[in-house]
Every structure is written in structure tokens, then in C-alpha cells.
């Protein structure tokens, strides 16, 4: 067993989790974060990657919108390299009220959000994709944003401020007497190691398993586990981030990322936070609504689908649809409400606010502590800029398209990729292609002493995540796995595992290219490598 001592334990390795290590870390507190799987484990790696206006909140919720547009003003400057500033849209259609619109605008308007109206002609022209229906269009400050990246930022950045996490590391029991938090208990998933936490605040951004979380300190806390199912398609459909203009509802907004898109998203309650698998009907009603808006969308090729469950909270649970659930967070002082001291939950919002809730999560553990630091996040960014010549010399070695794309993936961690790439030439080839991953930037998600198993690797450089799905770079990444000691008895199996992920997300799409694709995977791994003998 071994026996640690911090003064915040932090459950939770999404969006939420990490921003509060971050923040606690850089008012020099002392504090470790435990996560069940790999960070982003959970809702933070499956959603739109929308990073919000507020405008889609505006009229029902204008708090939120506020909060929104202030957070996503404070990501693009805190963290450039993570934030597309693609811009949104708003379109109307024939069939949706036009009363809404105005007063969609007015609220917009009131939450202090820049909406303009712009000409459905020249929205097509720059979108040929969209529906000629559109009769009106509205351009907003919407963004794209890449949450791996993000969640990964913020854990760097906490541990140049001298922060630990442990991932694959579950938090297993509460320790507290006479009702004040002493300690946790935890357990490494992977190897079964033990470990005792001692601390004085624990901090519970579980996301959707906040309740499980919270019932292991004996206590209730109400969240609503809504599944999401959104489509990733092989193209750049849209240049904007496009959302239908009515009432929020299923499958009205496609996000562009890079060169694909995706396509969001269902709303069902789920009673297992763990339940994230996306059904062939969710697709289907997916598609027929978003053909709304691009008539021509069965023409192009469905990558993937994958789910999210969104963490909505509310006090008493009550049956019905996610829908109609406030996205707003909440913030819970476990001593206020349940005479616990010391355990405080947040639970709720959204990921493009993340960085406030975790300023308010660690203002209370801070007073908790009789710390009164103040938070610094929204100034302080989570890179420290790229010196140019690293990137002129990664330019020399994985060429100009790589390089631009591996500095952007890899922020601070880019000089040592190239240095590596420098000194061993043969590292500079591509190993993945569909997302430029050179075999250096492999080898380095290899070496570090967070990652476990290829799907690790896939979350830290994009690997196996373009279009052709890990096809092409899951074997030749094999041979290098097998040169690592953590992978090589069962380097196999870490095949057969990320491989296994990446079908139970083709399995619902499986038509048209994508069974083509699809089918000739299955001739590269099961007919020429005859992967079924191998295992
Ligand atoms: C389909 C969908 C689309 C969405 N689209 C958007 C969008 O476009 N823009 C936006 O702003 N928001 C969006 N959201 C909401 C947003 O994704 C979430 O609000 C946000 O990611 C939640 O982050 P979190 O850190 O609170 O939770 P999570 O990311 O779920 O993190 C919680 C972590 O806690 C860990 N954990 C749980 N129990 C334990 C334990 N016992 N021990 C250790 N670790 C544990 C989990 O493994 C998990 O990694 C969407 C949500 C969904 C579902």
C-alpha cells in the first residue's frame, strides 16, 4: 500500500477535474488527482467539441449564455493552440418559427454575444453543403475546440506547479471522522497497487458518476446521466460551426474539426454513467434531421459514432427527458448541506465552462484552507509560446504540414519530439498519415509514465483517430510497441483492444464507403496477418 499526503485530492481526470488541479496547483496548494481511466476518460473526449457562444442558451438560460461567451473569449486567449476559431451560424428554415428568431437575437444581444445577420447566399456560397431552404442566417463568435487537448493542457500546466495525478486509478472508499474528510482509498485498475491518500478537502468532478462518487461518503447528490450520440463524417461539410435556429433539440448542430465534421447529438437517460454506446436508431434519427440542413448528407462517408452521457444535475432526479434539464452547473459544499466537512462536489455545466467551475471548485477548497490566493487561470495561458526555431527545426525533420500540425497537438512537449526525431532520423517517418503522427511523437507517448496501452497513445497524438480509422497505423505501430517493457508480453492484445474500440464505433455506420473501408481492414488484419490465429 503505498501512503500519500496532499492537501486536495481531486476526483475526476475530464475537463472539470483537471482545470481545478490546475488551478489549485497554481495558488500553491498541494493536490493530486485520481482517474478511473486515462484522462478524458469520460464525457470530456465525447462530445461536439463545440466551444459554446452562449447563443444556443441565450433565450432559455441567459446566465449560462453570459458565462459562455466569457469563458470562450478567455479559452481562445489561454489556450490558442487548442481553440479553431472557425465561427458560428445560426440558420432558420421555412418550417421553424420565425418569431424565435427574434427573439433568439434579443436575448443574444442581451447576454452581451456579437450576432449578425448575414445573407443566406453568401453563407451557401462559402457553405455550398447547406440546404438552399435557409432563410435566414446569423453569424456568431462559436469556436471548435479539441477537448483531448485541452484536458492534457491542463494537466501539464498543473505539474510544472508541482501537481501529481494518477491515472487508471479508481477511488475505491472516504475516509472521515467525526464528520470531517480525513482520506481517501484507491486502487490502480491495471495492477491492483493500493493506495491511502491522506487530505483535508476532496473535490468530487466525476462528472456523470458525481452520485456513485458522492454515495461512497454515504451522501446523495441528484445527476441526471443523459447519453448523447454524435457522427463523425469524413469530410469538412461546413466551414462554420452550424446550429439550427429554434428551440434546442436533437441533431441540429455539425461542428467542423480539421478536415471532418461532426454531427450532434441525441438526448436519452441512461441509468449507467459508463453507458456510451451509440444504438443504429440514434444514427438514423441523427441523419434524417440533419439532411435538414445538408440535403446531400448521405453522400458522405460516416467515420465513426461514438456517445457521450452529459452530467446533468438536479437536486431530486426526476424522470423524463435530458432535454429539459438545466445545463447549468452546480457548485456543493457538503458541510453546508450534509454537516460533512471538507467534501465539496461540482457537478453539471458545460465543457466550454469548465475553467469557471473549476475556479469556483477551488475558491472553496481554498477558503477551506484559509488560503486566500487568487485564481489565475483566465490570465496565465496554458503554453508557454513556441520559440520559432523549434518550430524551423521540426519543419527540417518531419516537413512543413507535420510540423505545424505536431506543434499545435504537442504545445510545450514539441522541442523534445523534434530533439528525439533529430537524433534518430528513422523516428521522423509518418506513421499515421490521416493525422500526420510521426513514429517520434509514438515513441515519446510510449516513454511517458502515463500511458498504458495504445488507446492511450491514440488520446495523446491522434493517432488511429483520422479517417482511416487505425487501419493502416495500428501494425506498424505494433513493432514499436513491442520494444517498450510495459507493452511487450502482450503487445497482441493491445492490438486486438484498440482495434476492438475502434469497430464498436464503425459497427452502427457500417454502410456504403464506410463497409468498403471497413472491409478491407478486416482483409489487412484477419485474411493477410490472420490476427484471429495470432491471439
Ligand atoms: C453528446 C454530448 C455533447 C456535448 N457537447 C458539448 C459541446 O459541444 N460543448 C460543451 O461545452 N459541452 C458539451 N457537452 C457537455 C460536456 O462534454 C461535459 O459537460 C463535460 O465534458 C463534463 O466534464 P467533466 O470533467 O465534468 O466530466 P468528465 O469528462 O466525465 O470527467 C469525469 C471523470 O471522472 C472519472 N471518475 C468517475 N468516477 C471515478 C472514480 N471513482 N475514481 C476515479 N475517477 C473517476 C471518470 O472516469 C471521468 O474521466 C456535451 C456532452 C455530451 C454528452
Not at 471522522?177 to 482509498?185: F, L, M, P
Not at 511517458?448 to 479517417?467: E, I
Amino acid at each position: 500500500m503505498q501512503k500519500l499526503s496532499v492537501q486536495v485530492v481531486v476526483v475526476g481526470g475530464g475537463a472539470t477535474g483537471t482545470g481545478i488541479l490546475r488551478d489549485l496547483a497554481m495558488r500553491g496548494i498541494s493536490a493530486l488527482l485520481v482517474e478511473q481511466g486515462d484522462l478524458a476518460h469520460g464525457t470530456s473526449s465525447r462530445f461536439h467539441g463545440l466551444l459554446h457562444s452562449g447563443c444556443r442558451y441565450a433565450v432559455k438560460d441567459p446566465a449560462a449564455a453570459r458565462e459562455c461567451i466569457e469563458e470562450n473569449m478567455i479559452l481562445r486567449r489561454i489556450a490558442p493552440n487548442c481553440v479553431e476559431i472557425t465561427g458560428g451560424l445560426f440558420v432558420q428554415l421555412p418550417e421553424d418559427d420565425p418569431a424565435y428568431a427574434e427573439e433568439w437575437e434579443s436575448a443574444c444581444r442581451q447576454a452581451g454575444i456579437e450576432v449578425e445577420e448575414v445573407d443566406p447566399a453568401a453563407v451557401r456560397r462559402q457553405n455550398p453543403a447547406l440546404s438552399p431552404r435557409i432563410t435566414r442566417a446569423f453569424a456568431v463568435p462559436d469556436c471548435a475546440v479539441d477537448g483531448f487537448r485541452v484536458v492534457w493542457s491542463n494537466l501539464h500546466s498543473a505539474r510544472r506547479y508541482g501537481a501529481r495525478a494518477l491515472t487508471y486509478t479508481r477511488l475505491k472508499a472516504i475516509e472521515q471522522q467525526n464528520s470531517c474528510i480525513t482520506g481517501v482509498r484507491a486502487e490502480n485498475v491495471l495492477t491492483g497497487e493500493q493506495y491511502h491518500i491522506e487530505c483535508q478537502v476532496l473535490i468530487n468532478a466525476a462528472g456523470p458518476w458525481a452520485g456513485e462518487v458522492a454515495a461512497l461518503a454515504g451522501l446523495e447528490v441528484g445527476v441526471i446521466k443523459d447519453k448523447g450520440t454524435l457522427i463523425a463524417f469524413n469530410h469538412r461539410l461546413v466551414q462554420q460551426v452550424v446550429n439550427r435556429l429554434r428551440p434546442p433539440g436533437d441533431g441540429d448542430i455539425f461542428v467542423p474539426h480539421g478536415p471532418i465534421t461532426i454531427l450532434g447529438t441525441t438526448s436519452l437517460p441512461v441509468e449507467n454513467p459508463a453507458d456510451n454506446r451509440p444504438q443504429q436508431k440514434e444514427v438514423l434519427d441523427l441523419l434524417a434531421i440533419g439532411r435538414e440542413i445538408i440535403p446531400d448528407l448521405d453522400e458522405y462517408r460516416l467515420i465513426r459514432t461514438f456517445a457521450g452521457v452529459r452530467p446533468l444535475y438536479q437536486e431530486v432526479p426526476l424522470a423524463g427527458s435530458g432535454r429539459s434539464v438545466s445545463r447549468n452547473y452546480a457548485l456543493l459544499d457538503h458541510q453546508q448541506r450534509d454537516g460533512l466537512a471538507g467534501l465539496i462536489s461540482i457537478v453539471g455545466g458545460k465543457f466550454t465552462t469548465f475553467r469557471l467551475m473549476a475556479e469556483k471548485a477551488a475558491d472553496l477548497a481554498a477558503g477551506k484552507l484559509g488560503i486566500s490566493r487568487p485564481c489565475r487561470t483566465a490570465g496565465e495561458p496554458l503554453f508557454d509560446p513556441l520559440p520559432p526555431e523549434w518550430l524551423e527545426r521540426g519543419r527540417k525533420v518531419f516537413g512543413v504540414a507535420a510540423a505545424h500540425k505536431a506543434a499545435e497537438r504537442l504545445g510545450d512537449d514539441f522541442a523534445a519530439v523534434v530533439a528525439r526525431a533529430e537524433q534518430n532520423p528513422e523516428q521522423a517517418r509518418i506513421l499515421c498519415e490521416c493525422e500526420l503522427v510521426s513514429q517520434a511523437e509514438v515513441e515519446q507517448a510510449l516513454a511517458a509514465d502515463t500511458t498504458f496501452t495504445l488507446g492511450d497513445v491514440r488520446r495523446k497524438t491522434r493517432l488511429g483517430m483520422g479517417t482511416c480509422q487505425g487501419t493502416f497505423c495500428s501494425y506498424r505501430s505494433l513493432g514499436i510497441l513491442s520494444r517498450y517493457p510495459r507493452f511487450a508480453a502482450d503487445h497482441r492484445q493491445y492490438l486486438a483492444d484498440f482495434l476492438q474500440k475502434r469497430w464498436k464505433g464503425m459497427r452502427p455506420v457500417l454502410w456504403g464507403q464506410q463497409l468498403r473501408e471497413a472491409q478491407l481492414s478486416t482483409a489487412i488484419y484477419s485474411a493477410l496477418f490472420g490476427m484471429e490465429r495470432m491471439l
